[in-house]
């Protein structure tokens, strides 16, 4: 079946970085969009950052643009979250999800994923 499993979250004071894992297996990770998502308390999961199935098309989200990076690593199944000059209103449990479709503007919505991972917390302090 398949499995994504998130690591990397973890306590950081403002203006810290973080970089986020998410290991796939039971799927051709290769043919995958790839995603992250986040979800903060009380609030609805919103999107952060998706990448194509080659690493060569890449969305953020405006909260994210210019502070997070997404890349992948095929021959590792991974794809990872690299959070720079971080916020207290980044904290949230950070979620990868896949989607067989190809890369497009539909990559930005959670329905477009087929497959989420438990997610992991990360939270910034002031």
């Known amino acids: 079946q398949v499995q994504l499993v998130e690591s990397g979250g973890g306590l950081v004071q403002a203006g810290g970085s973080l970089r986020l894992s998410c290991v796939a297996s039971?799927?051709?990770?290769?043919?995958?969009?790839m995603a992250w998502f986040r979800q903060a308390p009380g609030k609805e999961r919103e999107f952060a950052a998706a990448?194509?199935?080659?690493?060569?098309?890449?969305r953020y989200a405006d909260s994210a643009k210019g502070r997070f990076t997404i890349s992948r690593d095929n021959a590792k199944n991974t794809v990872y979250l690299q959070m720079n000059s971080l916020k207290p209103e980044d904290t949230a449990v950070y979620y990868c999800?896949?989607?067989?479709?190809?890369?497009?503007?539909?990559?930005?919505?959670?329905?477009?994923?087929?497959?989420w991972g438990q997610g992991t917390q990360v939270t910034v302090s002031s």
């Open positions: 039971g799927l051709t990770f290769s043919s995958y969009t």
């Open positions: 999800a896949a989607s067989r479709r190809g890369f497009s503007v539909g990559s930005a919505s959670a329905g477009f994923y087929e497959y």
């Open positions: 990448i194509s199935w080659n690493g060569s098309s890449t």
